[in-house]
């Protein structure tokens, strides 16, 4: 966060050329921020922030939230989601006191989110746009700065570990429906067959994303 106080100033020269100083955060004011979309998470402790003599304040806070993301994984394994991270503040109005600006363009923050994100887990980070509005609110408008996030699913774990061997399991019961076995020996390998189709079914039910409007295709088939 950068902002500017012109209260807040002061000739270096006057001071033994001390141009910057590092503040606690309740010092002076800072911007009364929230992220719409939290439902838990951990408060920094990293309350401070540093003031140049022109009156420019910078605070750099990490957050680690827990946000609410609406999935559509009808598409599983094969699915893209995307979520927002909002950011704003509604104790004072967009029009006359308070309001928000990137700083930087959507490709450098993108560059510098995939700097930090883990790319070998099951999630890949694809894209990061911004999106720059004013909220209304009791007839007054506020002033919110929201980050699209679009992340990507690894298929590979599900395709190697429920995709591959149900279609195995298809094609051996088709293999023995139409193969020039004796009929208790078909009976035999269809019990089998529905056998190992149940504990992939128990497999597939722990691992695929609970919905309740639009249910996976793989989990209807």
């Known amino acids: 966060q950068e902002w500017q106080n012109p209260f807040a100033t002061w000739d270096p020269q006057d001071f033994c050329n001390i141009s910057e100083i590092v503040l606690p955060m309740d010092t002076y004011w800072s911007p009364p921020i929230f992220i719409l979309e939290r439902v838990n ?3 920094p402790e990293l309350n ?5 003599h022109n009156g ?7 957050f680690q939230v827990t946000l609410t993301c609406s999935l ?8 893209t989601q995307m979520c927002n991270l909002s950011i704003g503040s509604f104790l004072y109005p967009a029009v006359t006191d308070f309001v928000m600006k990137t700083r930087r363009t959507p490709a450098e ?10 790319t070998d887990g099951e999630w890949k980070f694809t894209n990061l746009s911004i999106i720059e509005y004013t909220e209304m609110m009791d007839d007054k408008g506020f002033s919110v700065v929201t980050y699209v996030i679009s992340m990507e699913r690894r298929p590979t774990l599900y395709i190697l ?8 399991l298809y094609l051996l019961d088709m293999a023995v ?15 089998a067959i529905i056998l190992g189709s149940s504990m992939l079914a128990v497999i597939l039910n722990n691992s695929l994303p609970t919905s309740s ?8 088939h």
């Open 48 to 52: 401070y922030m540093v003031l140049m």
């Open 72 to 79: 559509i994984i009808l598409k599983f394994p094969f699915d």
């Open 213 to 220: 409007n639009k249910p996976p295709i793989i989990g209807t």
């Open 56 to 62: 420019s304040f910078n605070s750099t806070r990490p």
């Open 161 to 168: 570990n429920l995709i591959l061997p149900t279609c195995a």
């Open 41 to 43: 998470g951990q408060n």
């Open 109 to 118: 923050v993108m560059k510098d989110s995939q700097s930090f994100l883990l």
């Open 177 to 191: 429906l139409f193969g020039p076995s004796s009929l208790e020996e078909k009976i035999n390998f269809q019990i």
